[in-house]
C-alpha cells in the first residue's frame, strides 16, 4: 500500500514501523517554493496523519524512528535552514520534547529508540556557517538526560529493544569503524571484515542487541555478540 504524500509535498519516505507492520512513520518532503520536511504517521486503518505539520513543530522535521507500536517517535526538527538542528521525542499532541544538545554542542539528531520509547540515541554536534563539526553519539532518558557514549567523532544510529546495546559508526586512528556499545561493557569497536579496509558502519541491532549489521567496505556485514 502507498503510504500518500503531505499536502504540497513532491516526495515521501518511510523510514520505520511498528512491531506488527501496521504502522509506518516516515517524511514527507518540498525542497523549493517554499520548502518543508513533515514528519508522517500512517496506519492501515486509519490511514495517513501529517502529524509534523501540527503547531508543535518547526517547519522542518522528521519522522526517523518509533517505538515497538509508534506510540513514540523520534526524529529532529528545525525552523530553517540556517539555525541548528535539535533532536526531538514525540508520543501525541502536546508532547513534542527537544532533546537538547551534548556540552559544547548545538544540534542534534535522533535516529534510533528502544521499543517502549524511554531511551533515545542518534548524534549530538556543533553547527557553525552550515558545517557540522564534531559529531558524538549519544544515549538519552528522561531520568539521565543526553549522555555521550565517547567523545570520539560517533554517530548511534540503532538501539535494542531493552535500550542497553547501541550500534553505529566512529571514528579513530584507523579511519571509520562500526561499533558496538552496552549498558554493561560500555563501548566495542567491531572488526573490519577481512581483506577490507576501507570504512565500516552499523545500521541496525536486533532486539535482543546480540546482532548487529551494516557494512564493511564493498560489503554488507553481520557482527554476533
Known sequence: ALTGLAPG???SRALAMSNDGRTVVGTSYRYAGPAFYTGF???SGTGRDDQGQGASFPRYNSFNACSSDASVVVGYSFATSSVPVQAFRYSGPGTYQ???TLAGDNSSQ???VSADGSVVVGKSYLFQQNIEFG???FRWT???GMQPLTNLY???NAVSADGNT???EMRDATGINAFRWTAAGGFQVLPRLAGTDQEASAAAVSPDGNIVVGYSGEYSALWRN
Open 154 to 156: 560517533s554517530v548511534a
Open 135 to 137: 559529531s558524538r553519539a
Open 98 to 100: 527537544e532533546l537538547g
Open 142 to 144: 528522561a531520568e539521565g
Open 9 to 11: 509535498s513532491i516526495e
Open 41 to 43: 504517521k500512517w496506519s
Open 110 to 112: 535522533a535516529f534510533g
Open 166 to 168: 547501541i550500534a553505529g
